[in-house]
């Protein structure tokens, strides 16, 4: 099953079918919503506000671990996750998609693995996930290839066909937040390769990878980032630009239910190999 992650500006799902809202509880805590799960057409889906209905988690205190377990425990293989971003490659406009496939961790403070060894909490099932983390194993799971390329071939091809503005591949940047990022910082970010900036995709997609999860992310770039264009950058302008985008969203993310293969040949599933120590 897809899970939908949504980020700022997307807090539900209207095209989603609802059929029942499940508020878990899981042994990193509560997610910062309950999960809906629908259909749309025939195929159930899961949604995850990542901020909270209400927008009351910001960026560095997002339970992370414990939005992703709970999109485990409800049956999601296949992570979509929809961020804004402040855009740093030049060629990036106001509005343009983009879907990185490789990113940079500026965070400091947040629980960013499944696996702490001895002090592991204890995994319900039968899977590898289960057996590693009841067992305490200390795992290190290969991020060469962090982002699904089943999934991101699958939006590109999506995007391209409907026209709008876009590009595949790339880098995505975390900073720790909430505050923006200042000039200096934006111009370190581009000279190490950084194609946009956001503050939520660390640890989300290595926590979706550590659960052999397929992940990828549909950003939208809300604003260039600090320095860039040379005026001050508001919230305001996050928020408007990704309602002015919000229906092509959800037109994207029905598209993609439609098309994606219900067999993963991607080998995301296989993460876990060789991983644990």
Do not use: Q
Request: charged share 30%; aromatic share 8%.
């Amino acid at each position: 099953m897809l899970g939908v992650i949504g980020g700022s500006g997307l807090y539900s799902f209207e095209g989603l079918k609802v059929e029942e809202e499940i508020d878990i509880d899981t042994p990193f805590g509560k997610p910062s919503s309950p999960v809906v799960i629908g259909r749309i057409g025939e195929v159930r889906v899961a949604f995850l506000a990542r901020h909270g209905r209400d927008h009351s988690f910001p960026p560095h205190l997002v339970p992370y671990r414990a939005n992703l377990w709970a999109l485990r425990e409800v049956g999601v293989d296949r992570v979509l996750a929809v961020s804004a971003v402040g855009g740093i490659d030049k060629k990036l406009s106001s509005g343009d998609f983009f879907i990185p496939d490789s990113f940079l961790d500026f965070t400091k403070g947040r629980e960013s693995t499944f696996y702490e060894g001895r002090f592991s909490k204890k995994g319900k099932g039968n899977d590898k996930v289960a057996e590693l983390l009841n067992k305490g194993k200390v795992v290190h799971v290969d991020m060469t290839e962090p982002y699904c390329p089943e999934m991101r071939k699958l939006l590109s091809e999506i995007l391209s066909r409907r026209g709008l503005p876009y590009k595949e591949g790339g880098v995505y940047a975390c900073t720790e937040g909430p505050r923006f990022e200042t000039t200096a910082e934006i111009r370190m970010l581009e000279r190490l390769g950084a194609s946009v900036v956001g503050m939520t995709g660390v640890p989300e997609v290595v926590l979706a990878r550590e659960l052999t999860m397929c992940y990828a992310s549909l950003c939208v770039v809300a604003n260039p980032a600090a320095g860039i264009s040379g005026r001050k950058l508001t919230s305001e302008e996050v928020i408007d630009m990704m309602k002015k985008r919000e229906d092509e969203i959800k037109e994207v993310i029905s598209e993609l239910v439609r098309i994606l293969p219900e067999e993963r040949s991607c080998g995301c599933w296989r993460i876990l190999e060789g991983a644990e120590v």
